[in-house]
T-cell receptor, first 112, second 112 residues
Framework: GDSVTQMEGPVTLSEEAFLTINCTYT??????LFWYVQYPGEGLQLLLKATKADDKGSNKGFEATYRKETTSFHLEKGSVQVSDSAVYFC???????????FGTGTKLQVIP | ETGVTQSPTHLIKTRGQQVTLRCSSQ?????VSWYQQALGQGPQFIFQYYREEENGRGNFPPRFSGLQFPNYSSELNVNALELDDSALYLC???????????FGPGTRLLVL
């Protein structure tokens, strides 16, 4: 079945550091890929998405590129802020969008 | 535009009891999905409703059941609660099948 593997956290960075959170997936067909963010005590917010190979999703300075050849969708940001501290989930959706399959999440802590 | 809302925000039940959680989908959305997020884990798909019919189900027992109403709001019912049912329950809506899912803030259920 479909699955998502993302790097374990927590990841601790200083403000203005470069962020990479690795994500790889296993799926049949050509899924859509997502990054969701969860702030403490809150639900999930869609951060960005990509629906086909070589698409780049971007939002709020975050970027991720759909790499079919490496089955990856790594999240990057050039300069993190304290307000980016949250848990980040990589996810995929099957062709019919019947369900979203999530990774286990990576906690990011940004210190001033 | 109102986003996805869920009620109640928190709930405490005892083992063996029954619980009903509610979700109002985002305006214009006719598809609702429910997820269970255990502490420190990614959300797991429970089931999806499209135009009042169940459209798919994850690996959850029959004591997890649901409904979708003509206004596309939805309920998740769990019978014979077990301690392991303690989790954050998330509802997500989308404008139709095949569209991006947007999540509500969740209901945190504690079973004692």
């Amino acid at each position: 079945g479909d699955s998502v593997t993302q790097m374990e956290g927590p990841v601790t960075l200083s403000e203005e550091a470069f962020l990479t959170i690795n994500c790889t997936y296993t799926a049949t067909g050509y899924p859509s890929l997502f990054w969701y963010v969860q702030y403490p005590g809150e639900g999930l917010q869609l951060l960005l998405k990509a629906t086909k190979a070589d698409d780049k999703g971007s939002n709020k300075g975050f970027e991720a590129t759909y790499r079919k050849e490496t089955t990856s969708f790594h999240l990057e940001k050039g300069s993190v802020q304290v307000s980016d501290s949250a848990v980040y989930f990589c996810a995929l959706s099957d062709l019919g969008y019947q369900k979203v399959t999530f990774g286990t999440g990576t906690k990011l802590q940004v210190i001033p | 535009e109102t986003g996805v809302t869920q009620s109640p925000t928190h709930l405490i039940k005892t083992r063996g009891q029954q619980v009903t959680l509610r979700c109002s989908s985002q305006s214009g959305h006719n598809t609702v999905s429910w997820y269970q997020q255990a502490l420190g884990q990614g959300p797991q798909f429970i089931f999806q409703y499209y135009r009042e019919e169940e459209n798919g189900r994850g690996n959850f027992p029959p004591r997890f059941s649901g409904l979708q109403f003509p206004n596309y709001s939805s309920e998740l019912n769990v019978n014979a609660l077990e301690l392991d049912d303690s989790a954050l329950y998330l509802c997500a809506s989308s404008s139709s099948l095949g569209e991006t899912q947007y999540f509500g803030p969740g209901t945190r259920l504690l079973v004692l």
